[in-house]
């Protein structure tokens, strides 16, 4: 109980001092992977849900090992900026702000053993009271101040309609490198100062070094606010995900070279990847970076499915200002050592090899230029302006007297 309080006071402290706390999805313990996060029975929706209606977020995570840990998660309230709201816990939950985790299996079959672990929020028992965006930390059961990973959601109060497109017609050109998001929020008849009280947050695909907020709408009409022909939501298109699938241990599946068993573990050498910046867009039906853990010989993915040592290759100059990184949802889009390519000078080659569950997965190369934060898919992949991409848009309001953003309305466009 000491060291809960210690930590609650700790991040009080954090957000009063004006202090950046740490909210991004992440795992930070190199023991748990394949972190899922999503909307129950909604794979291809946003992991958002509307407050007050039952709906939950379903999560799910590995530990590699033969022997389960006691863990806990704990629930944070963030304003539109995913940094600490000034709510305490009593404003945003109903019960206590501590759960346990305590669904879990042990891997079956494989030659990796892991422990699955599922959970659910709000947890049972417990009922969320804000909207807004919300963090959740997995803890040991005993060391609260231990976060092994991290993870985020959104819940709605789904009161303002979110309507709007994505565009190759921009205000930068037409049909070329971009694409231009275009947007109407009705509010309904809440006495809201468009001007002063709504910010609109929009991402594409997902990823968090590519958000946006905008603040003034271009005009409004009745109670519809209209974000048009704003040049800070001009995006690079970039270009379709690359994809692969290790369902099949024995046999390759698409964009696999060969596969084989080494060590103690399968492998897996994907095709050699090159540059698509130069090439002409080439549409594939893609999951905008999603990834699926499947085993073609398992009747339970979660537990059957075995890690795979899959090896990336990028026939790509070297860069002497940046790194260049694979990215996608399964590496929580994290520009971090574990998802960085080495170049060897003698091939002429980027490489990289990572331990991942059997399944589907949507990939891209996003190179990163040294002291910045922001990816750069473009340099690699190309900007394309038919590319389907998916963007995200969060609206919230914040009243003059509130201390915490609201967030009521979400769409993916």
Known sequence: MVKRILIIFALVSTVFAGLAYDTEQRILNP???????QKEGDFMNMPVIRL?????????????GDDWSRLQFRLLHCNADWQPSRLIEAEYIDGFNFADIDDYAFSSNTFTNYVNYHFTIPAEGTRLLASGNYVAEVFPQDDPDDVILRLRFQVTEDSAVVSGRATPRTDRGFNSEWQQVELAVDAGNK??????????????????????????????????????????????????YRRFETVREDYPGMNVDHVG?????????????????????????????????????????????????????????????????????FTTNAYDGRYRMKYDADSGLYTL???????????????????????????????????????????????????????IGTANL
């Open 261 to 329: 068993f080494e060590g103690r573990s399968y492998q897996a050498w994907l095709n050699k990847d090159e540059s698509r910046a130069e090439r002409s867009y080439s549409y594939d039906q893609t999951q905008a970076g999603r990834f699926l853990p499947d085993a073609y010989t398992a009747t339970d993915a979660d537990t059957g499915a075995d890690y795979v040592d899959v090896h990336f290759t990028l026939d790509f100059p070297q860069l002497m200002n940046g790194e260049i990184y694979v990215n996608g949802d």
């Open 52 to 64: 007050g209606s039952g709906e939950r977020i379903a999560v799910s995570f590995d530990e590699i």
């Open 31 to 37: 023991k748990f992977r394949t972190l899922i996060v």
């Open 191 to 240: 006495q809201i100062n468009p001007y002063t009280d709504i910010l609109v947050s929009v991402t594409q695909n997902r990823r968090p070094d590519t958000e946006v907020i905008v603040k003034n709408p271009l005009r409004v009409e009745g109670g519809r606010m209209i974000f048009e022909h704003n040049w800070d939501l001009i995006f690079p298109a970039s270009n379709e």
């Open 353 to 407: 090899t990572l331990p991942l569950k059997q399944g589907s997965y949507n990939y891209q190369y996003v190179a990163v230029k040294d002291g910045e934060k922001r990816g750069n898919a473009s340099l690699i992949e190309g900007d394309k302006y038919e590319t389907q991409n998916e963007y995200n848009v969060s609206v919230y309001y914040r009243s003059p007297t509130g201390r915490a953003d609201r967030l």
